[in-house]
């Protein structure tokens, strides 16, 4: 076993859920600016709210990295220049890029960022990663293709304190490294530029040239027509061999998740990661609530990827494009009051007599009682359909600030 503890680095789409992420147990979070990151369609953050939100994960002993990992087009250069000019100074850790003429102009702009190479730039090996080593890179995240036995490679052939960031829970992308050209084709909407619609989870039929507006379906053994759909990556029952494969930094995808997904998912990693470092023991005793855990945010049924080996079916989802959902996402308790009520703005539909489920930051799941529901006005309320309505709520436990609340269905 390796020695040392692994980063947990987890995915923030705004300052929200940067904070759950912080605050449930993220070394790192990484977040995109309005420009020049792979998910544009994420809240995302101004250069104001970058600022907080390091200041927030700074005074919780985290770090904050932001994506610029677009393959840059000649009329991105100038925007990208100056948009590295205003990032330099708003406290980050480091800053990922993918594209070689990007790298330069971080470098030029700014000399003393930290400067990460996205997984999008397909490092598949270490000749890549001692490229990079040598342009003063100490960070390369690998190739989703790689399985570990290759990572293990890589890390017995570069410099020790070069560190390997590698994926190990999320959605899963059809494409080399992810650079797909599906989206761009059918909708003019560049993957590669951040606006991705995510074809691959579509539903699809096939027309024969000679034939055309006669659809047949496409069907592999009768199990439908969602040939491009990926199940989801879950490596939390394999932390011990993604440790010994040499792996400093275990990322988790989903700059477009809820707040409910973001807690989940860091608060099952966090504990995992901390029983093994403790003993391998508590670890594997621990098994079934990190299973159970993690089923409870929204999930495409779940896949190792490629990490023992090439993918094959089982990897797929043949017949549906739909994710499990266990749980759905009520609030994050944003004040306490006086008198014990709590406040949040409400994300879905729930009703006084209600049983809800506070997500302690421990690990420990705390049942609730919804005794009374409060608007703004203070005006008692049965039942709150709304969403986005701010509430007090009464419940029968006390909580404390930035605890999220989910109900069972």
Request: hydrophobic share 35%; charged share 30%; glycine share 8%.
């Amino acid at each position: 076993m390796r020695d040392k503890k692994p980063e947990l680095l987890v995915p923030a789409g705004g300052l929200d859920t940067l904070k759950v992420a912080v605050d449930y147990g993220a070394d790192a979070v990484y977040i995109g600016g309005q420009a020049f990151g792979l998910r544009a369609k994420a809240d995302n953050f101004s250069i104001e709210e970058m600022k907080q939100g390091v200041e927030y994960a700074h005074a919780h002993n985290a770090k904050v990295y932001v994506t610029a990992n677009i393959f840059a087009h000649n009329y991105d250069l100038d925007g990208i220049r100056a948009y590295f000019g205003e990032l330099k100074d708003t406290g980050v850790d480091a800053v990922l890029v993918s594209d070689p003429g990007v790298f330069t102009i971080a470098r030029e702009t700014m000399p003393d960022m930290e400067l990460h190479i996205s997984t999008q730039a397909n490092n598949t090996n270490y000749m890549t990663y001692k490229f990079w080593y040598d342009h003063g890179i100490k960070r390369v995240v690998s190739a989703r293709e790689l399985s570990l036995a290759e990572i293990s490679q890589i890390r017995a052939n570069i410099p020790d304190d070069m560190e390997i960031e590698s994926f190990i829970h999320g959605a899963m992308c059809i494409s080399y490294s992810g650079r797909c050209l599906l989206s761009n084709y059918f909708t003019g909407r560049d993957a590669n530029h951040g606006a991705c619609t995510h074809p691959c989870r579509w539903k699809y039929s096939i027309v024969e040239e000679t034939r055309p507006g006669e659809y047949m379906t496409v069907n592999e053994d009768d199990r439908g027509t969602y040939i491009f759909n990926s199940k989801d990556l879950c490596m939390i029952e394999y932390i011990p061999e993604m440790m010994e494969a040499g792996i400093d930094s275990f990322k988790i995808e989903g700059r477009m998740k809820t707040a409910l997904y973001v807690a989940t998912v860091a608060r099952t990693y966090r504990k995992a990661i901390d029983d093994y470092m403790e003993s391998e023991e508590k670890y594997r005793a621990n098994m079934e609530y990190y299973k159970r855990e993690i089923a409870k945010c929204t999930y495409r049924q779940f896949t190792t990827g490629f990490y023992f080996g090439k993918t094959d079916s089982e990897s797929q989802i043949y017949d549906s494009n739909t994710y499990v959902k266990n749980y759905t996402y009520i609030g994050t308790v944003r004040e306490v009051t006086p008198d014990g009520c709590v406040c949040f703005e409400q994300k879905n539909k729930f009703l006084v007599g209600e049983k809800l489920e506070a997500m302690g930051f421990d690990g420990t799941n705390i049942e609730c009682e919804v005794q009374a529901i409060y608007d703004e006005e203070g005006n008692s309320m049965d039942s709150a359909p709304h969403p986005k309505q701010k509430l007090r709520v009464k419940l029968d436990k006390e909580l404390e600030t930035g605890i999220i609340l989910r109900r069972k269905e």
